[in-house]
């Protein structure tokens, strides 16, 4: 069956960095999209980052210049290099793909930004 498990996430600083990772399985990971999403408290999940088979990306603009998407095919992982890090990035990080018209969630990863 397919699977995507994050982690990477955890307490940090302000202006301080992250590398999240998501490895999938069950999919053809290399002809598979893959999407970062986050989820602050009370409020709705949003896309943060996406990736597709051909290494296109687009970012939020609340990340664009701070964090990037990137991927290895040969690990099926999916990456977020998450820099600069404010209070408002802190979410849980999700990981979503689609294969065969199902759409695939993470179990998410906790990213806190406080001093």
């Known amino acids: 069956q397919v699977q995507l498990v994050e982690s990477g996430g955890g307490l940090v600083q302000p202006g301080g960095s992250l590398r999240l990772s998501c490895a999938a399985s069950?999919?053809?990971?290399?002809?598979?999209?893959m999407y970062w999403y986050r989820q602050a408290p009370g409020k709705q999940r949003v896309l943060v980052a996406l990736i597709t088979a051909t290494k296109s990306t687009d970012y939020a603009d609340s990340v664009k210049g701070r964090f990037t998407i990137s991927r290895d095919n040969a690990k099926a992982t999916v990456y977020l290099q998450m820099n600069s890090l404010t209070p408002e990035d802190t979410a849980v990080y999700y990981c979503?793909?689609?294969?065969?018209?199902?759409?695939?969630w993470g179990q998410g990863t906790q990213v806190t930004v406080s001093s």
């Open positions: 069950g999919i053809t990971f290399g002809i598979s999209n």
């Open positions: 979503k793909t689609w294969t065969v018209g199902i759409e695939y």
